[in-house]
């Protein structure tokens, strides 16, 4: 009888790669095949699941496009995305300790587009957008809390029926996406809008998958930004909305409690920037710490 057995099959499978030149692409795809077949064994995988799986995947690939990324999704909503976030904030910090006290990344998700528009402090990215007013002000320092001037703030957040630009135009009309630099004492400020939850794109077999296994398809109110400043580890995060719906049970595992933010309530009236309000709005108010960036 065949001694051709599941361990003689892993074995084969890992000496087919052993050659691979490149030795960061050996390791990926010898673990890679460890673990997929660790993963078999562990289930007993039958044919027909295999099947399904397979087909799970070409229908992700199908309904892929630049502006519906389903694999990028699908990362998500796995938690992949998020570890991969952690592990790159932990490396690019060059320290534990960095990447501890840092803010913390969280996912760009599907529906960043580079190419926002740089204007000045206390622009309003938010006009003529569905949504209730939001005034955003705060900090960006070091993780010693000195001031970055000049730093980078790269914003964007759906409206407020939770849909992105990109959803609803065949380009990206920049509709709620900006840049601002901070000031000489790292301080920030513009307005939007207060950001509402949404459920993620749920027509395709990542959708299927959630609703297949109880989970929810939402994600909670928040807004993106991405801070960068010369010397320091790039940040991509969140500010979410305290009280949103699904803060626990956020679809892509993005929520991290300490980017939870209080939308404060004001009646109309004088806002903090001097601007006269017709309708009540709200603020909300953060400090990003940037840890520096690794010596290379």
């Not at 795809?29 to 799986?53: C, Q, S």
């Not at 580079?114 to 939001?134: H, K, M, N, Q, Y």
């Not at 939770?162 to 996406?177: F, I, N």
């Not at 989970?215 to 949103?244: D, E, K, N």
Request: glycine share 10%; charged share 20%; hydrophobic share 40%.
């Amino acid at each position: 009888m065949s001694d051709y057995n599941q361990d003689a099959i892993t074995k084969d499978v890992l000496a087919a790669f052993a050659n691979t030149p490149d030795p960061r692409l050996r390791a990926l795809m010898t673990a890679l095949a460890r673990h997929i077949h660790a993963f078999a064994r562990e289930v007993d995988l039958k044919p027909d699941e295999w099947l399904a799986g397979l087909r799970f995947l070409e229908a992700t690939g199908q309904i892929s496009t630049e502006k519906r990324p389903e694999f990028i999704l699908l990362s998500d909503t796995l938690g992949l995305s998020m570890m991969v976030v952690a592990l790159a904030q932990a490396r690019a910090s060059g320290q534990a300790k960095g990447a501890i006290e840092a803010t913390e990344a969280t996912v760009e998700g599907p529906f960043y587009w580079p190419g926002a528009p740089e204007l000045p402090l206390g622009s309003d990215i938010g006009e003529g957008v569905p949504g209730e007013p939001a005034f955003y002000m705060g900090r960006v320092t070091d993780l010693d809390g000195a001031p970055l001037a000049g730093a980078l703030l790269d914003v964007w957040s759906g409206d407020g029926d939770g849909k992105y630009d990109v959803q609803l135009s065949a380009t990206p009309t920049m509709r709620a996406r900006g840049r601002f630099r901070t000031d000489a004492q790292g301080r920030y400020w513009f307005w939007s809008i207060r950001p509402t939850y949404y459920p993620v794109p749920d027509d395709g077999p990542v959708g299927d998958m959630l609703r297949a296994t109880g989970r929810s398809i939402y994600r909670p109110g928040h807004i993106h930004m991405q801070i960068s400043a010369p010397g320091h580890v790039t940040l991509t995060t969140h500010l979410f909305v305290a009280g949103s719906p699904y803060l626990e049970e956020d679809a892509v595992f993005g929520k991290r409690d300490s980017l939870v933010v209080d939308f404060e309530q004001h009646p109309p009236g004088k806002a903090v920037d001097g601007r006269e309000m017709q309708a009540p709005y709200y603020s909300a108010s953060y400090d990003f710490r940037l840890a520096p960036a690794a010596a290379s």
